[in-house]
């Protein structure tokens, strides 16, 4: 059974600072691995998806790392800022074709940015 | 870009009663729509697959007469909590993959939350 896991659960930072938020998971046949973005009682704004043949993926200040062999993914958010302040969460997909669409996710990572 | 509504954000009821979730998507066709729980500070579920005009499918230990889905159209999807519980009280969020769209991408809803006294 794939389970999902991120550490660390919380994080606070003061605004500027580089950071990087991990994501494991015990099955490594994954079809890909998204990064998401939750902002308190809302839904879910996709960040990244990386294939599962890729290594990363970039956008804007953020980049996501995959090592499929070792089931492990990081986010890397340069020169945070306030407004990135929000919960992370990862997900990753069955290997079938026809289950793309399932998602397993993990429990998120809290960021706070302090001004 | 796509848009995913659900309706109503927030719904407070009474133990016993149903409660029913629209999801829509307003500016595409959706071949499947996903449903999920998240309980406070923890991940999102998935409880159900809905595909248009067939049975959901359910994932294990998931209900499927507790939590009925209908997916009449290639807009809407509803959920149904039926004989609602105070521990069925939870954030409900659904999804949508486009038609002819890249099936790797889901659109998410911005959640219902229900609470059941």
């Known amino acids: 059974k794939q389970e999902v896991t991120q550490i660390p659960a919380a994080l606070s930072v003061p605004e500027g600072e580089n950071l990087v938020l991990n994501c494991s998971f015990t099955?490594?046949?994954?079809?890909?691995l998204q990064w998401f973005r939750q902002d308190p009682g809302k839904g879910l704004t996709s960040l990244l998806l990386?294939?599962?043949?890729?290594r990363e993926q970039t956008s804007g200040r953020l980049n996501a790392s995959l090592d499929k062999s070792s089931g492990r993914s990081t986010l890397y958010i340069a020169a945070s800022q306030p407004g990135d302040s929000a919960t992370y969460l990862c997900?990753?997909?069955?290997?079938?074709?026809?289950?793309?669409?399932?998602?397993?996710f993990g429990q998120g990572t809290t960021l706070q940015v302090k001004p | 870009g796509a848009v995913v509504s659900q309706h109503p954000s927030r719904v407070i009821c009474k133990s016993g009663t149903s409660v029913k979730i629209e999801c829509r998507s307003l500016d595409f066709q959706a071949t499947t729509m996903f449903w999920y729980r998240q309980f406070p500070k923890q991940s999102l579920m998935l409880m159900a697959t809905?595909?248009?005009?067939?049975?959901?499918?359910?994932e294990q230990g998931v209900e499927k007469d507790k939590f009925l889905i209908n997916h009449a159209s290639l807009t809407l999807s509803t959920l149904t909590v039926t004989s609602a519980h105070p521990e069925d009280s939870s954030f409900y969020i659904c999804?949508?993959?486009?038609?002819?769209?890249?099936?790797?991408?889901?659109?998410f809803g911005p959640g219902t939350r229900l609470l059941v006294l």
């Open positions: 099955d490594s046949a994954i079809y890909n």
């Open positions: 997900a990753v997909s069955r290997i079938s074709s026809s289950n793309t669409g399932k998602l397993i």
């Open positions: 990386i294939q599962s043949s890729q």
């Open positions: 809905s595909n248009e005009g067939s049975k959901a499918t359910y």
């Open positions: 999804s949508a993959n486009e038609r002819g769209g890249n099936q790797e991408t889901q659109y």
